[in-house]
Nanobody, 125 residues
Framework: QVQLVESGGGSVQAGASLRLSCAAS????????QGWFRQAPGEERQFVAS????????RYADSVKGRFTISRDNVQNTLYLQMNSLKAEDTAVYYC??????????????????WGQGTQVTVSS
């Protein structure tokens, strides 16, 4: 059974940092591109960042470039999102996702096969 379990969300002040984790099981983690998406109330789910299965390439939404860093540990089957200089507009539920047997990072949500349940990030100004 595939499971993606996010953790690390919380409530912080603007300018603070958070590190999200996504623990994966039941899938070939090291053969899957991984991504982070977010959804704010009343808005559609949007792409945040993605990383290749090897970890040597990544993609970011313009809104988070230079502030967020995606990384992965293929031994621990864990995906990370380091979020620095958080802004109020980063407030959302953050989801990790896995693109089955996909090598390169992708921003297309339809290329992801498995999704976590999400973790809330709230940034107050």
């Amino acid at each position: 059974q595939v499971q993606l379990v996010e953790s690390g969300g919380g409530s912080v002040q603007a300018g603070a940092s958070l590190r999200l984790s996504c623990a994966a099981s039941g899938l070939p983690f090291a053969r899957d591109a991984q991504g982070w998406f977010r959804q704010a109330p009343g808005e559609e789910r949007q792409f945040v960042a993605s990383i290749s299965w090897s970890g040597d390439s990544s993609r970011y939404a313009d809104s988070v470039k230079g502030r967020f860093t995606i990384s992965r540990d293929n031994v621990q089957n864990t995906l990370y999102l380091q979020m620095n200089s958080l802004k109020a507009e980063d407030t959302a539920v953050y989801y990790c996702a896995s693109a089955y047997y996909t090598e390169t990072p992708t921003s297309n949500p339809y290329e992801y096969d498995f999704w976590g349940q999400g973790t809330q990030v709230t940034v107050s100004s």
